[in-house]
Each structure stands twice: as C-alpha cells, then as structure tokens.
C-alpha cells in the first residue's frame, strides 16, 4: 500500500460567504475523491467588507447596499439551488443581521489546525446560513468553540481582548498581496491557486496532480502551525 501524500491546503475563506460554504462542502468530498492524498487544511482569513461597523448591521440594509434595492433575491437563487445540490439548505430569510467577523476568523485562529479548525467552520456557517445566528455574538462564537471542543473558558476569556486582531488583519492584507480578490481561494501546496467554489471533481484533481516546484505563490507567514461557481467578491467602496 502506498503512502499518501502529504500536502499543505490553505483556505482563504470568510463565514458570511455562501460560496464558501458550498465551497467546504466540495472539498470534503474532493478528500473522498482523492483517498492518496492527506491534505493539511488551514483555513485563513478574509473580509469580504470590513467596513461593517464592529456590532455588525441591518442585513436588508447591507443587501441593498451590496447589490441594490431589491436584486439580492435574484442573486441568491443561484447559490440557494446550488447549495441545496451539496446537502446545504440555506436559510437566508433568517439571517437579520451582516456580521463583522474579525472575532470568528480569531475563534478559528485558536483552533487545532485539523479536525478542530474544521468542525469550528462548519458550524460558523451552520449558524449563520442555517440558523440565522449573529456571528459576530460571543455566545454565538462560544457555540462553535464548543463545536469543536475547544476550551471554552479561554476563547470567552481572549475574545474581551484585542488578542491577535492585528494578526488577523495581517494575513487579511497578505491574500489581498497574493492577488486574491474573491473567496473561497484554495492555496494547495502554497504554490497553486483555485479560486471559487469548484466543483469536488476539480479540487480532488488539483490535490492529486498540483505541480511540486513550490515557487509560484509567496509562501503564508504564521507563527501557527473564474471558476465554475463565481467567489465572493468584497463588497465595493462606499461613496461619499
């Protein structure tokens, strides 16, 4: 029996992306897919509109200022047809409130790179597109962590601090360097990039038969260890 490979597969993802929920969904079963392959999946930060004030904001009202009055409906059939084909069933009638997820992407920054990290993210999007939760809640986020059974005592106690805020940004402003403008983004040996929600088939691919040069991509800097469905673009500049 052959040894499977080991690869590196960094995610670069934000929680209130659909299309990054469907995109976690077909990498699971691209894992299945490709049973030679043991990716290691890190999952990095991005903020599709950092501007959303800390306490996070009316969702009718974000929806109207990302896409207009009245298109959002439109624009999410697609993804809400598209979700329902991967097991998802989107939810997003009750969702009331865009969240500021800076606090989520720190909660999953605290979390084992692994099984932890990945149960953590699942129930992120689990609440927020299936459950109509605020994520930017702290007892929403204690949720999660306990999802993936960290010490929830020390995630309460570090989310009442600035603890690796600048972190966050820094590897928020470091994907933006790599030239990644939409999510989800899979970094796959940190030298190939896919970007969108690929269908399972395409990532299972990628993961089997990525190049080994390791030279194309500048490599993540962390202490701790067009597609076929379109990314989340960031949402566009408020004018004055």
Known sequence: MRERDILTLDVVSDVMCPWCYIGKRRLDRAQILAPDVEPVIRWRPFQLDATIPSEGMDRQEYLDKKFGRGNAIEKYKQIQETGEAEGIIFA??????????????????????????????????????????????????????????????????????????????????????????????????????LVGAQRAEVLADALVQVPRSRISVRRWVSPDPRPLAGPCPPAPPTRA
């Not at 809640?137 to 010490?151: F, Y």
């Not at 360097?177 to 989800?184: K, S, T």
Request: charged share 30%; net charge negative.
């Open 92 to 193: 997003f009638d009750r969702i009331t409130k865009s969240p500021n997820t800076i606090n989520a992407h720190r909660v999953i920054r605290w979390a084992e790179v692994g099984d932890q990290q990945d149960k953590v993210v699942e129930r992120l999007f689990e609440l927020f597109f299936c459950e109509g939760e605020d994520i930017g809640e702290t007892s929403v986020l204690l949720d999660a962590a306990r999802e993936g059974q960290m010490d929830v005592d020390f995630v309460q106690e570090v989310l009442d601090t600035d603890r690796d805020i600048d972190e966050v940004k820094k590897e928020i402003a470091m994907a933006h360097e790599l030239g990644i403008q939409g999510v989800p983004t899979f970094v796959i040996d940190q030298q190939h990039l």
